[in-house]
T-cell receptor
Framework: GAGVSQSPSNKVTEKGKDVELRCDPI?????LYWYRQRLGQGLEFLIY????????KSGLPSDRFSAERTGESVSTLTIQRTQQEDSAVYLC????????????FGDGTRLSIL | GEDVEQSLFLSVREGDSSVINCTYT??????LYWYKQEPGAGLQLLTY?????DMKQDQRLTVLLNKKDKHLSLRIADTQTGDSAIYFC???????????FGRGTSLIVHP
């Protein structure tokens, strides 16, 4: 596609439920990032995928968070047993490869935990 | 660890110039970026500069880098109401692949 696509754009769920967020990167972009943006805050790095290499999971805040990516295509971020503190906008970005290539962002998924 | 600081708010009158400032701590920062985020949208890359440059100009945007003071600024000439958004500064070390973002500066343009 022309840009990074994320779905759903909004998600409201009850505390304790699992949620799955989806990201479609730009075609041909081998690098994919997930970030969390809390209200009024900067971006918090979560996880990074580069091609078929092992992902960098160093930013995942707890074992309730996991992400998958098949090859250089779609990625899903899963949050299990959601907590109110998980409420945030989850942004996905992709770039041509690792290094200095600029990241292209999706519009994010706004997650609200009741 | 690395830290990127920005002031949280800036208010300017339409037609004036805006200057958004950013400081960073990582002396090995090689790439410095400015992103714009409009309400309900992701971040849009505006411009970026390499650490071996002092200045970069792109239409109404001018980026100045003072590497000695680790200070980066974004000047927007003839600011318009459509420029109202949150502007994020980010830096990345050469060889790294995870940029560090500031908390963003909310630019408010009033008539």
């Amino acid at each position: 596609g022309a840009g990074v696509s994320q779905s759903p754009s909004n998600k409201v769920t009850e505390k304790g439920k699992d949620v799955e967020l989806r990201c479609d990167p730009i075609s041909g972009h081998t690098a994919l990032y997930w970030y969390r943006q809390r209200l009024g805050q900067g971006l918090e790095f979560l996880i990074y995928f580069q091609g078929n290499s092992a992902p960098d999971k160093s930013g995942l805040p707890s074992d309730r968070f996991s992400a998958e990516r098949t090859g250089e295509s779609v990625s899903t971020l899963t949050i299990q047993r959601t907590q109110q503190e998980d409420s945030a906008v989850y942004l996905c970005a992709s770039s041509r490869d690792r290094g200095n290539q600029p990241q292209h962002f999706g519009d994010g998924t706004r997650l609200s935990i009741l | 660890g690395e830290d990127v600081e920005q002031s949280l708010f800036l208010s300017v009158r339409e037609g004036d110039s805006s200057v958004i400032n950013c400081t960073y701590t990582d002396s090995s920062s090689t790439y410095l970026y400015w992103y714009k985020q409009e309400p309900g949208a992701g971040l849009q890359l505006l411009t970026y500069i390499f650490s071996n440059m002092d200045m970069k100009q792109d239409q109404r945007l001018t980026v100045l880098l003072n590497k000695k003071d680790k200070h980066l600024s974004l000047r927007i000439a003839d600011t318009q109401t459509g420029d109202s958004a949150i502007y994020f500064c980010a830096e990345m070390e050469g060889g790294s692949y995870i940029p560090t973002f500031g908390r963003g500066t909310s630019l408010i343009v009033h008539p």
